[in-house]
């Protein structure tokens, strides 16, 4: 099948269907210019996980850590949703997308203008204090680090999950139950390799559901991907937005035609 007639298939999928759910990951945030992290040129190849991202490496040096997400939130801060994103807000202004369950902490989808976004790997525009769990919301990133909760004067530490703990327990539940009731997962920009969140489409097909796959590449969700589209988020996700656009339209059309 080519390229258009793949298109035309996932469209006509994500129409047919009852409650689609999407999973992204950091390709969908790639054309805005945010690093993705497995890859050629991705963070883990020139970072080490265990000095940056886990509770240890924060218990040891707190202001290389918050160094490191410091120089994060200046890209995010910088970012502006893409192509991508904006198309996954009209999916859902049309009824089709239900929510869209992510593992990146850049906010760009609420950004763009999604009503329904689980985190699932937190978000970095937020602090969160180490002893009360006090909440800051950041409009930039912070001046001085690390920085200080403005409650009791103890660390603040990025509100996002690092390796080796737990995702938050309301998002995991919410997530898995969308998951259970999907009848079709839009699956975007993710390595897949990364638990929970790689298991998530897998409920979806253990229940009888589709998965369609957005990736540049194959991931560990492709062998079980019922399509697979290979190319940016932005231009797959622009065109299926187009073709069911079109689609509706002309069905309007031919419905007042009737009418007449
Ligand atoms: P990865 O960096 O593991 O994977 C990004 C995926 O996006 C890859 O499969 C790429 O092929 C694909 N990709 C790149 N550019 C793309 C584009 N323009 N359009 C479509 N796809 C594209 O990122 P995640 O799967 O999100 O966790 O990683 C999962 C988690 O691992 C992250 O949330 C983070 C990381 O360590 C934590 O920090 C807890």
Redesign the pocket.
């Known amino acids: 099948m080519d390229f258009e007639g793949i298109i035309e298939k996932a469209s006509n999928l994500l129409m047919d269907s009852n409650f689609t759910i999407g999973l ?5 945030s ?2 805005s210019g945010i ?5 050629k040129n ?3 190849s020139k970072f080490k ?1 265990e000095e940056l ?1 886990t509770p240890e490496a924060f218990n040891r040096n707190p202001k290389l850590v918050w160094k490191w997400y410091k120089w994060r939130m200046e890209i995010i801060f910088n970012a502006r949703p893409n192509a ?1 994103h904006y198309a996954l807000v009209e999916l859902e202004r049309l009824g089709i997308l239900k929510c869209i369950v ?4 850049d906010g760009l989808h609420h950004l763009a203008g999604n009503k329904c976004v689980i985190e ?3 978000n970095i525009r937020r602090g969160r204090c180490i002893k009360c769990n006090y909440k800051v919301i950041f409009n930039e990133p912070p001046e001085n680090i690390p920085p200080k909760c403005p409650k009791c004067f103890n660390l603040l530490r990025p509100d ?4 080796g ?1 737990a995702i938050p327990k309301n998002e995991l539940e919410r997530a898995f139950n969308l998951f259970s009731k999907a009848d079709l997962a839009l699956v ?7 638990q929970p ?2 298991y998530l489409p897998y409920i979806v097909k253990e229940n009888g559901g589709l998965i369609i796959e ?6 560990a969700i492709t062998s079980i991907a019922d399509i697979f589209i290979k ?6 996700l622009s065109k299926i937005v187009k073709y069911i656009k079109d689609k509706l339209t002309s069905k309007l059309y031919d419905a007042s035609e009737n009418e007449l």
């Open positions: 992204t990951g950091a390709g969908i790639a054309e690093p993705t992290f497995r890859g991705g963070l883990w996980v991202a991508g992510t593992q990146n902490v699932l790997h937190g996002v999950v690092w390796f703990e975007i920009g993710t390595s897949g390799i990364v969140a790689g957005i990736n540049v590449e194959k991931s190319d940016k988020a932005s231009i797959a």
